[in-house]
Structures are given as structure tokens and as C-alpha cells.
């Protein structure tokens, strides 16, 4: 079933074939899960929140028209799944700074001088995304790591394209800033370090 568009496959769960059911869910299984993961910081909890959006997904087929793609479709139930998931959660702090936000990045595959100077900067681009509140790290997401176009982010999300360029704009902005931050204290960090190595 490869060759059938996701269209394809959905009229055929509507026809009866489980097949088709699960051709979708394998073919895009690992991209919701991506998704959620990023939007929960959380492995287990990413998990269970993958399954409930195909659980979800199958009963709700029969509401999808066509007016959009497939994919946005079934981000944007993937989304409101979740926040209403989080909506429902106290906040918990569930991994340290850097570990909320693994996985943004792929590991590096260089030699290990130039891996560990690589690996060192994406843990401090990490930790400067951590400190985005969630409305800005997941519009960067969605236009930087995914590619989605200002119509595709508004049409995944239900915010308007002027908010979604606002957004945008701002989060850029305030990674920047953030960035900047981190790397001064990571700069006066090593500093400190330095010093201590020569006064002993």
C-alpha cells in the first residue's frame, strides 16, 4: 500500500480495510510521535500520547473531508490532543533543562574532537530553546525543523498567518537573546574553571 496516497488509504478504512489502518499508522507513526514528544518533554508520556492520536485518528476518519491535507489534519488533531492533555496536567519537572528538550537535534556523527565541540554547542542551542515559552519553540519547530510554510503553521495550529509571522519574528528574537546568555555563562563558567586550574 505505498503507493496509495494517504487520501487513498482513507477511504479505504472507511471501506473496512484494516490494512489501510494500519498503512497509516505506520507511515506516520514516527512524525506525530516527534511531535508530541516535542511538545511534552517526555518519553513515556510521548508514548501514550501517540497511541491515544491514532486511537483518536481511527474514530475520527469519517470527519475528514479532504479540505486540507491529510498530514495537516492529523497534526492539528495531534496538537489538540495534547494541549488538551497538558491542560489537564500540573506542570511536573519531569528531566533536567537540557534533557526536556533532547532530541531537537541528531547526534553528531564526526570525528570525536569535532563531535564533542558539536555535541557542546547544540546542548548550549538546547538550552537557549528550553527557555522559549512553548508558543515560540514550536513555531520555530514547525518552520526550521519541519519546513512548513506560514499557511501550513497556520492551517496545523488555528493561528491566523500574521500571528504565526509575529510569533515567528519574536521567537527569533528571543532565542537570540537567549543564545547570547548562555554562552556568556558558559563563557564565565569556563573562565572560573581556568582559574581555578591555575591558582592550584
Keep these: 500500500m505505498e503507493e496509495l496516497t494517504d487520501e487513498q488509504l482513507v477511504e479505504q478504512v472507511r471501506q473496512g480495510h484494516s490494512d489501510a489502518y494500519r498503512a497509516l499508522v505506520e507511515r506516520h507513526k514516527s512524525y506525530i510521535y516527534t511531535v508530541v514528544y516535542r511538545m ?14 491514532f486511537v483518536k485518528l481511527f474514530r475520527s476518519l469519517v470527519y475528514f473531508r479532504g479540505d ?38 541528531a547526534e553528531p556523527r564526526e570525528q570525536p574532537e569535532a563531535a564533542a565541540l558539536i555535541r557542546d554547542e547544540q546542548q548550549r542551542m538546547q538550552a537557549a530553546l528550553a ?3 512553548d508558543k515560540y519553540r514550536l513555531i520555530l519547530y514547525l518552520y ?57
Excluded: C
Aim: glycine share 2%; net charge positive.
Design 40 to 53: 511534552v518533554a517526555h518519553r513515556e508520556t510521548a508514548e501514550d500520547l501517540t497511541q491515544d492520536v
Design 68 to 105: 486540507a491535507k491529510f498530514t495537516t489534519w492529523l497534526y492539528r488533531m495531534t496538537v489538540n490532543l495534547v494541549t488538551d492533555y497538558r491542560r489537564s496536567q500540573k506542570r511536573k519537572p519531569y528531566e533536567t533543562l537540557l534533557e526536556k528538550v533532547k532530541g531537537w537535534f
Design 131 to 133: 527557555a522559549l515559552p
Design 144 to 200: 526550521h525543523y519541519r519546513q512548513l510554510s506560514y499557511q501550513e503553521i497556520s492551517a496545523a495550529t488555528g493561528l491566523p498567518v500574521k500571528t504565526v509571522e509575529t510569533r515567528l519574528y519574536r521567537g527569533k528574537a528571543l532565542l537570540k537573546e537567549q543564545w547570547l546568555e548562555v554562552n556568556a555563562h558558559e563563557t564565565e563558567q569556563s573562565a572560573r574553571r581556568q582559574a581555578a586550574a591555575i591558582s592550584e
